[in-house]
């Protein structure tokens, strides 16, 4: 693709956008009076303007029904994340049978290892990537012990090649066969928090399933951001949070997906409670966990609908705008940001930035730039010129576009703000 850096040029990629006017349905903060150039919709996204509506609807029908309202509502609590399922499954490539909306993401993991960890006296081992999100990394290390296991023996973590600041693909397809014999589960983000990686989560899960080993992933980055056909993969397990890309609100509700060949499976152990229950007979209060077919016989407890509900109003936008045009405008928006990226950096000797997010394939809608010591004082200027970009220590600023509301005028002028530096 050649590009031009003007801001003519950049708004006629708008006018040429077919998702421009999903812009209008959310809020972009402001900065000093002026609408920012946000660009962490990676870490925390917009606010939908359906999430006032959506949220309005259940307040009155509390204030008005009390508990009637899980019978009686506009939406019955009592079936809630039935309305989300359909829309959630579509932006991950996944059958509904496979996919619920529950709990917090770190949460969700803890319980999708309960049934998907089982190490023994040969097969203890967890394969992963270094440095990996700082939850990812106590959650595995809380399940290693939690089952007796030593953190030193079982967590094997994959590195960036010498001098290199990502990993490498065949690094990990290596890494797996080396230790075939002795693993219980690979386990990777989808997109990398810190670098923006995308990791090739099909043959990352073929070649474990080569080896007879279980693949799973925490897609907290990559769901509504690049493309995920999850069921096509075969992937074991994964789960998200609604925050980030999915514009669902700070601490949302979150979302899991187990693969439709342990649908059926009764015997695999899981942490149990009343929603995961067979769903006729939930009410009958009985002994005895009946698990609901597929990834609904996880869910643990009822939904909690004043965060499901924000998350369904933005899964509905995503279900309007296609999660296809999404991924395809990301991928512009993302090599756009490139190169004005690369524009600023030859025409201002003083930025010394280095771009360590791979190319496409191996990237989504996020930049990482590795930064000098006056990484900080960059950041900074970013900040008092009105965008709202993301500091990772120690030296890293990441920037996110967003296809459902950023602009490519958006990022023209971040790379304007960044050559003037
Ligand atoms: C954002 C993020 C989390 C956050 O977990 P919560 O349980 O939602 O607080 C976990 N893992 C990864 C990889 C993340 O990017």
Redesign the pocket.
């Known amino acids: 693709m050649t590009f031009e850096n003007s801001l003519n040029y950049a708004n006629q990629l708008d006018s040429n956008d077919i998702l421009r006017h999903f812009r209008n349905e959310f809020y972009i903060p402001e900065v000093n009076g002026k609408t920012s150039i946000y660009l962490t919709g990676n870490?925390l996204g917009c606010m939908p303007k359906a999430a006032e509506t959506a949220i309005q609807i259940e307040f009155n029908d509390w204030k008005n029904l009390g508990v009637e309202g899980h019978f009686k509502g506009t939406n019955p609590w009592m079936y809630y994340h039935h309305f989300l399922t359909d829309n959630a499954a579509k932006i991950i490539g996944a059958k509904p049978i496979e996919t619920v909306v529950m709990n917090?993401?770190?949460?969700?993991?803890h319980f999708l290892f309960v049934s998907f960890y089982r190490p023994t006296a040969k097969r203890h081992k967890i394969i992963m990537e270094v440095g990996?999100?700082p939850?990812?990394m106590y959650l595995v290390e809380s399940q290693v012990k939690y089952h007796g296991f030593n953190l030193a023996d079982s967590i094997i973590e994959v590195k960036p090649r010498k001098g290199e600041h990502t990993i490498s693909h065949q690094d990990i397809i290596d890494t797996i066969e080396e230790h075939q014999n002795e693993l219980a589960l690979v386990y990777f983000?989808g997109v990398q928090?810190y670098t923006g990686q995308v990791f090739n989560i099909k043959e990352i899960t073929e070649k474990a399933h080569a080896c007879g080993v279980i693949a799973g992933f925490?897609l907290?980055?990559a769901v509504g951001n690049i493309e995920l056909k999850l069921n096509e993969w075969h992937v074991d397990f994964a789960a998200w949070?609604s925050?980030?890309y999915l514009n669902s609100g700070p601490?949302s509700v979150?979302g899991i997906y187990v693969n439709e060949k342990y649908a059926n499976d009764d015997t695999l152990p899981r942490f149990a409670g009343w929603w995961g229950h067979d769903e006729d007979s939930r009410f009958k209060m009985l002994k005895g966990f009946i698990p609901s077919k597929g990834a609904q016989g996880w869910q643990v407890s009822n939904a909690a609908v004043l965060s499901m509900c924000v998350h369904k109003a933005s899964l509905e936008i995503f279900a309007k705008a296609g999660i296809e045009n999404i991924t395809a405008k990301g991928k512009q928006l993302n090599a756009y940001l490139q190169y004005v990226i690369e524009e600023a950096l030859n025409a201002n000797p003083k930025l010394n930035l280095q771009i360590i997010t791979p190319d496409y394939p191996e990237r989504g809608c996020q930049i990482s730039m590795l930064t000098d010591e006056n990484g900080k004082a960059l950041f900074d200027y970013l900040t008092d010129h009105g965008v709202i970009a993301d500091w990772r220590n120690p030296n890293v600023i990441r920037v996110a576009p967003v296809a459902l509301y950023s602009s490519f005028a958006d990022v023209f002028e971040f790379g304007h703000i960044l050559k003037n530096y």
Request: charge should be negative.
């Open positions: 870490s917090q993401l770190s949460s969700n993991l990996a999100f939850s990812d983000s928090y925490d907290a980055h949070c925050y980030k601490g979150g």
